[in-house]
């Protein structure tokens, strides 16, 4: 699954092609991944992308559309969608909205899971980024393909995936709706909008968890894995069994520091390749080229020489140095 780096390399890609683009239409063939709530095709024709945007490690298409909605949810709705695979009720998604107003805002939230692509193409341009099977450069649409979404300019955008565990949904633009489409976790903030003191106080709430679980924890900051959270501590000398509690002040501003850095470095470099992910213009990111500690078992450490270990622990996989990040 791809982590925030990746999903930021297509957000950004994205971004600069259909950023103010009108959508005409939109197709799906996956109904009991495809969630509307309570909005329809009538209101999606006529609406400008206003901005592309990730939220953690899903991806946000935020719309405008003039006039009201026809059939805009009253305020704090709460509507009911029926399962297509099981044919229970159950209750989804809260929409909110106020069927006054002039101007009508709602997103299409996205979330790739292990397969998902999406591809933008028109006469002249063809932008992706995803999962690299099927190539990027396949014909669209194909039978992959879940979802399209139609524009003005005669340009579309494809949402494929093989597996079919990603899934859209459309909602309105507010915080708690979006919240919602995510689901059950509470997203905790994105780390490269927080600060370090803010980082810290969140961090010392938790002083019997263990450093690396805690990182990859989605309420504790949305968007870090496996690779994110075994190159922070790399970067901070820190072993990933650590307890918080056994953390000074300095090792924490460094593993904030090794997030930040590992983060830039990976956007910069397109991302990595380790979860079958692809950039935007279909290549696979360099960021494990660049990497310290993540896969790099039975390398040697790139600071002391030290041959890098792979471990489990907490039902993952971490990687570290046993002489830089000692365990205190």
């Known amino acids: 699954m791809p982590e925030l780096p990746e999903v930021t390399v297509v957000v950004n890609s994205l971004n600069k092609v259909i950023k103010g683009l009108v959508l005409k239409s939109v197709e799906y063939d996956w109904k009991p991944k495809f969630y509307w709530n309570g909005f329809s095709i009538k209101d999606i024709k006529g609406a400008k992308v206003k901005d592309v945007r990730r939220w953690g490690k899903v991806i946000i298409i935020d719309l405008v559309k003039a006039g009201s909605v026809s059939n805009f949810p009253p305020a704090s709705a ?185 983060f830039r470095l990976a956007i910069e470099k397109g991302g990595s390749s380790a979860n079958s992910f692809v950039d935007g213009r279909g290549e696979k990111g360099l960021y494990l080229t660049f990497a310290n500690a993540y896969h790099m078992t039975g390398t040697p450490c790139k600071r002391c020489k030290t041959i890098i270990v792979r471990e489990k622990m907490d039902g993952r996989s971490a990687h570290y140095c046993p002489s830089c990040q000692k365990l205190r």
């Open 78 to 262: 709460r509507l009911r969608q029926k399962s297509e695979r099981n044919g229970k009720s159950s209750v989804n998604l809260r929409a909110v909205g106020n069927p006054s107003i002039t101007a009508t805002r709602f997103s299409i939230v996205i979330h790739l899971k292990l397969t998902g692509q999406l591809i933008y193409q028109d006469k002249q341009i063809r932008v992706g980024g995803g999962h690299p099977i099927p190539p990027l450069n396949t014909p669209v649409p194909n039978s992959t393909t879940r979802a399209t979404f139609a524009f003005t300019n005669e340009g579309h955008l494809y949402f494929n995936d093989m597996r079919k565990f990603g899934w859209v949904k459309i909602v309105t633009s507010d915080e708690q709706s979006i919240k919602d489409a995510i689901g059950k976790i509470e997203l905790g903030p994105d780390p490269m909008t927080m600060i370090v003191s803010e980082f810290m106080a969140r961090i010392k709430k938790k002083p019997q968890s263990r450093i690396k679980k805690l990182l990859m924890d989605q309420a504790f900051v949305a968007g870090v894995g496996n690779i994110y959270s075994d190159e922070a501590l790399w970067r901070a000398k820190i072993h990933p069994k650590r307890s918080v509690v056994s953390l000074s002040d300095l090792e924490i501003k460094a593993i904030f520091k090794g997030l930040l850095d590992s």
